[in-house]
């Protein structure tokens, strides 16, 4: 109690001596955490919740990959192309796809997202925060217990009702490279931003595409934020690894990893291969890029301005300190080089035989 009293003290006084301060109401937290506004302390019991309801106390499983692909799939309900025709676009990243579940959850490509919903659902009501907020936060603060993966940023403070998002705005593996990146165009996003998102999909697994060999990840190391996905998804690809082929599934080069075909494509297509391989070989870039673009995607559809920058609550993610690697049995000719300007660069390759990739527990 005193010292939390001294903090106090110590934070006022700050405030009274730097000029700029005065406008940030420094506030102590009931749990004696410091953060730059009162109304941030709330979202610390709302992370207490996440790690142990919907995290299970682990780090970069099922839980956290669920959350983050929820973070697209709500703010991708956005286009200003159909704004502009007259139309409602959508609200980006306003909470529709748990408000409205009952409409977004129909949506061919939402499947597999009803778990992650009912359960953000009720424990933003339980802490009365909005939808939109959870959303982002359990995104935020899952990727936060990925070795290797960025402090992703987090405001708090987006609106707590919201309309159904119309149909067709989530792109699908199935889809066209063209197709995929004029959607995310209309949102606002480069081709290079949307490699820089995909990095996402270095900590992902499937489970409604090919059900069959559900927990199949889509790089040998989906509990790491790192560089192997934008690696792998170049090897050729030599087999299944299921007992059947799944939807929009193409051949994968390791058994155990799955490979959809939009990933497949945009690793190869001359408007997205140089940047794909550039963080092939950059943990550091990857790092950086994804979390710009989390932070655009994260506020879509929202006036920055209004927001409150609660990121001192995201914890800090673990380093990862392996580098990046060929698989073991694969060799530099495995690699589909795909950018013309610059040859893919020379990798260790790890020891041992071509491993066999153990899928993702499926735990909610
Ligand atoms: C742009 C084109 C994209 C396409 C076509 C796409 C497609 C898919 C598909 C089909 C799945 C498998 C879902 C399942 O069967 O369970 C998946 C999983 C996933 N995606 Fe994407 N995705 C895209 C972009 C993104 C982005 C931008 C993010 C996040 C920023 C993201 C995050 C994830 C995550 C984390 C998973 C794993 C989900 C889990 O394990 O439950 N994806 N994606
Ligand atoms: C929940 O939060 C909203 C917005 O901050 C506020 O208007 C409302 O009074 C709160 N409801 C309860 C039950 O605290
Ligand atoms: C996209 O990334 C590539 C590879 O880093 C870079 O060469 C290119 O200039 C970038 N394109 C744009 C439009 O920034």
Known sequence: MQFTALVSLVA???????PAAHLKKRATCPGGQTVD?????IWFDVLDDLQTKLFNDEKCESGVHHALRLSFHDAIGFSPALTASGQFGGGGSDGSIIEHADVELTFTHNGNLGGIVASERSI???????????????AAAGVASCPGAPRLEFLAGRPFTS???PPNLVPGPEHTVTRIL????????SANETVDLLASHSIADQHGLNPGIAGSPFDSTPHRFDTQFFIETLLKGVLYPGSTIGFAEVLSPLPGEFRMQSDFAIARDPRTSCRWQELADNPQLMRTAFRTAMAKLAALGNDRSTLVDCSSVIPNPDDDDTEPTLPGGKVADDIEGSCAATPFPVLPIAPGPTPTIPAVRVAI
């Open 12 to 18: 006022a006084s700050v405030a009274i001596a730097s």
């Open 163 to 165: 309309q159904a998002s």
């Open 182 to 189: 004029d959607r995310m165009a209309d949102a606002g996003f």
């Open 37 to 41: 506004e009162a109304q941030c302390c």
């Open 124 to 138: 933003a009501l339980a802490h009365n925060v909005s939808f939109a907020d959870m959303i982002q936060f359990a």
